[in-house]
């Protein structure tokens, strides 16, 4: 049977977005302590694939993937899912609400139900947890009286019992995951997909700007753009851009030729369907089509065919 990794410990979030990410097929799921550690398992082949955070709606992209994604050995992203990110809190059989004087959670968690807390459980004095999974962990040997965990949670600590299921300050919260493997060909195209790279450019008046503009000239949808240090000298930094299409699209191959040769370093992070669409037999939008005619007249150009 494969094994897949994902951002550990057991009952956290990615567990959960790992297990939607492997559904069709059947999979050994391993955490591990850490998205490197996780990555580097993909990487020396311990694992087939990993299951990792890479977005969050309230708190932003999650710096450790990001960093991971573009160091070492290439790995490539095939595919993507969405969670809602609402959160249970997890006490001892029999504990009310009076009675819990001490919370603990992940940082980014107390982060999201800071004002449920306040509102509900005003005298609880609040402990960070190295995730979630531990939090309750913690609560279940004593520890703290309350753990705010995610709904899986529930299910790994089976001695625990929910005081309130479904809590969050931004009801529209929301984290993407990635399920990423050593490079191969990517998902056949569905006309619902992102592809994401990570670029370097130089340090020059208009660089940034003339980057974009590969995706401008050729009608591709930028959806996420965020920099970080390249960590080998200051002011130096790696850009990571979602943008819709596949690589297998005429007019983004287009575009990733034009960045690798804009860029001093250009990282493909892979092409897959995107999770608020179901793949479908989309026809190719009007600037696809147009990329496609134009590819084929300097085809029959070269070939002489035509003049």
């Known amino acids: 049977m494969p094994r897949i ?12 977005a790992t297990r939607a990410l492997t559904t069709d097929f059947d999979a050994e799921l391993v955490p591990y302590d850490g998205v490197r ?3 580097a398992a993909v990487r020396s082949g311990e694992v087939v694939a990993a299951g990792v955070p890479v977005e969050n709606s309230v708190e932003g992209s999650v710096p450790a993937t990001m960093d991971a994604l573009a160091s070492d050995e290439p790995v490539v992203a095939v595919a993507e899912t969405v969670l809602p990110v609402v959160f249970d809190v997890l006490v001892r059989p029999g504990t009310r609400p009076e009675d819990v004087s001490t919370v603990a959670s992940h940082p980014h968690a107390i982060a999201q139900v800071r004002g449920w ?9 609040v402990h960070f947890a190295g995730s979630t999974a531990a939090a309750a962990a913690a609560v279940r040997d004593g520890e703290y009286d309350a753990a705010v965990a995610a709904p899986i949670a529930v299910e790994r600590y089976a001695s625990l019992e929910r005081l309130s299921a479904g809590i969050a300050d931004v009801r529209d919260a929301f984290t993407r995951f990635l399920l990423v493997r050593r490079p191969s060909p990517p998902p056949e195209p569905t006309g619902a997909d992102r592809t994401s790279v990570a670029a370097v450019i130089s340090d020059e008046v208009g660089t940034l700007a ?12 930028l959806s996420r753009i965020e920099s970080r240090p390249t960590k080998d000298r200051l002011g130096e930094y790696r850009f990571f851009l979602d943008f819709d299409g596949h690589v297998a699209d005429s007019r983004v191959g287009d575009a990733l030729a034009a960045l690798r040769r804009r860029c001093s370093e250009v990282r493909f992070l892979g092409s897959y369907p995107k999770a608020d669409r179901a793949p479908s037999a989309i026809r190719p939008s009007a600037s696809e089509q147009a990329f496609r005619a134009s590819a084929r007249w300097l085809d029959d150009i070269r070939a002489g065919r035509i003049a």
């Open 5 to 16: 990794a994902y951002l550990g410990p057991s009952g956290t979030f990615t567990e959960q």
């Open 210 to 221: 003339l980057l974009l503009s590969e995706l401008t000239l050729r009608d591709i949808n």
């Open 37 to 39: 550690q996780a990555l």
């Open 117 to 125: 807390l306040e509102a509900n459980l005003p005298s609880a004095e």
